[in-house]
């Protein structure tokens, strides 16, 4: 059980794949406009990573290494387009917002990278928890991104006006806010991480 919960914790904070492992920035930061674009992309790749890295961990033993690429696009690919269906059917006006994105999670690097090297090599149970812990960091801070952006250079979260627009910053709401933002969430986490490994030291 403890293994399993350093599995899932691992993708939160110390493996988190926009703060530590850094890739899949670019979708990341293009999207980080709104609170409900940064929700919609967290569950999209979630969604995906989990069933993605599930279905590669159950056929691995199966799936000839000559052709575990095309594989894995194949598999990716058909997830990602019954999210981008689904959404274009039950949320279109996000999906709108989120333009091509959606689709191109199909080359994302963070779920490639998993697949290739986390689930092709490991049990069911264990990837589940990989995925899940993977899809959540990578959700809390598109979401934590999007609502600094959203609130401070738009004055609202989720639609709502919390500040008069006349004390807006525009500047978090273009790309240089969203980088300028991305970096100070990689200091925070870098800082948390190196408080929790002298914790663990102390001890």
């Keep these: 059980m403890k293994n399993y919960l350093k599995l899932f914790t691992n993708g939160l904070v110390r493996e988190n794949p926009l ?16 609170v409900a674009n940064g929700i919609g992309m967290g569950i999209a790749m979630t969604f995906v990573l989990l069933m993605s890295e ?4 159950l056929f691995r033993k199966l799936i000839p290494d000559s052709i575990r690429i095309p594989v894995f696009i194949i598999v990716i690919a058909s997830f990602t387009t019954i999210v981008d269906l689904s959404m274009q059917a039950f949320t ?17 690097c963070i779920i490639m990278g ?26 809390w801070v598109l979401v934590g991104i999007s609502l600094v952006r959203e609130l401070i250079g738009a004055g609202t979260v989720l639609g709502l006006r919390l500040i008069p627009e006349q004390f807006t910053v525009g500047f978090f709401a273009q790309s240089p806010g ?26």
């Design 19 to 34: 703060l530590a492992l850094m890739i899949g920035l670019c979708s990341s930061l293009a999207v980080t406009t709104t």
């Design 54 to 57: 599930v279905i590669i961990s």
């Design 92 to 108: 279109p006006e996000l999906s709108k917002s989120m333009g091509v994105f959606i689709p191109l999670i199909v080359v994302n």
């Design 114 to 139: 998993r697949v290739e090297s986390f689930a092709s090599k490991r049990s069911i149970d264990e990837v589940v928890f990989d995925s899940l812990g993977m899809g959540l960091g990578y959700t």
């Design 178 to 203: 969203g980088f300028f933002v991305f970096g100070m969430f990689i200091a925070l986490n870098l800082l948390f991480t190196r408080m929790l490994e002298k914790k663990g030291a102390a001890k």
